[in-house]
């Protein structure tokens, strides 16, 4: 990681979001690089922008495909979190359907491996909210006639890695486990992708 990500890029305009759709994502700023970026930490959440930075470095160092990520500065000075947005993203609804139904035509390189290395990672981290809408497909053109989709892993918020107190494991109830049964259903499970991610 360079010196450089730390520092912080200015907002210069923020959008926040008209309906709570994520635990801790308020909104949208466009910053003084000319990009846009989901924020985390508007609200004065400092550990969720700590959990959030740590988190999505360790996947990025193991190869996960997360977004980049900024330190971002308000105009009251505050320190929060952005992860950039992905252009040509596909809706929530159409992501949840490529999930949990299947990618019909639709081409998503190594999904299988990517969602396996994502259940290992989130288990490892203690991530209890790994849902079908924390997952990004970007729309990456044609191949002969074949649409083909990049996967994007976001959302690392609600980890309790930080937290000295907190229950080792994650609980069948938990979204991460329960979406992740569905999700195994339709594209399968790579144990043995999963045991090299986490030798890694």
Same mark, same amino acid.
């Given at each position: 990681?360079?010196?450089?990500?730390?520092?912080?890029?200015?907002?210069?305009?923020?959008?926040?979001?008209?309906?709570?759709?994520?635990?801790?994502q308020?909104?949208?700023?466009? %910053?003084?690089?000319?990009?846009?970026?989901?924020?985390?930490?508007?609200?004065?959440?400092?550990? *969720? %922008?700590?959990?959030?930075? !740590?988190?999505?470095?360790?996947?990025?160092?193991?190869?996960?495909?997360?977004?980049?990520m900024?330190?971002?500065?308000t105009?009251?000075g505050?320190?929060?979190?952005?992860?950039?947005?992905?252009?040509? %993203?596909?809706?929530?609804?159409?992501?949840?359907?490529?999930?949990?139904?299947?990618?019909?035509?639709l081409?998503?390189?190594?999904?299988?491996?990517?969602?396996?290395?994502?259940?290992?990672?989130?288990? @490892?981290?203690?991530?209890?909210?790994?849902?079908?809408?924390? =997952? @990004?497909?970007?729309r990456?053109?044609?191949?002969?006639?074949?649409?083909?989709?990049?996967?994007? !892993?976001?959302? =690392?918020?609600?980890?309790?890695?930080?937290?000295?107190?907190? !229950?080792?494991?994650?609980?069948?109830g938990?979204?991460?486990?329960?979406?992740?049964?569905?999700?195994?259903k *339709?594209?399968? =499970?790579?144990?043995?992708?999963?045991?090299?991610?986490?030798?890694?």
């Amino acid at each position: 990681m360079m010196q450089l990500e730390f520092i912080p890029l200015r907002i210069t305009e923020y959008k926040p979001n008209p309906r709570q759709t994520t635990v801790h994502q308020t909104g949208v700023a466009l %910053c003084d690089d000319g990009l846009r970026y989901f924020v985390k930490g508007m609200g004065g959440e400092v550990e *969720v %922008c700590a959990t959030e930075w !740590i988190c999505t470095s360790f996947a990025r160092s193991l190869n996960l495909p997360v977004p980049p990520m900024k330190v971002l500065q308000t105009p009251s000075g505050a320190l929060v979190f952005g992860s950039q947005a992905i252009t040509h %993203c596909m809706s929530d609804l159409e992501a949840s359907m490529l999930l949990l139904d299947g990618p019909g035509n639709l081409n998503v390189p190594g999904i299988r491996n990517l969602l396996s290395a994502t259940y290992a990672f989130d288990q @490892l981290i203690y991530n209890p909210d790994r849902h079908d809408h924390n =997952f @990004l497909f970007q729309r990456a053109g044609l191949i002969d006639g074949q649409e083909i989709a990049n996967l994007h !892993i976001i959302d =690392f918020g609600s980890s309790t890695i930080l937290n000295d107190n907190a !229950i080792v494991g994650l609980a069948q109830g938990m979204p991460t486990v329960q979406v992740g049964k569905k999700i195994r259903k *339709v594209h399968g =499970f790579s144990v043995e992708f999963a045991r090299s991610f986490l030798d890694r």
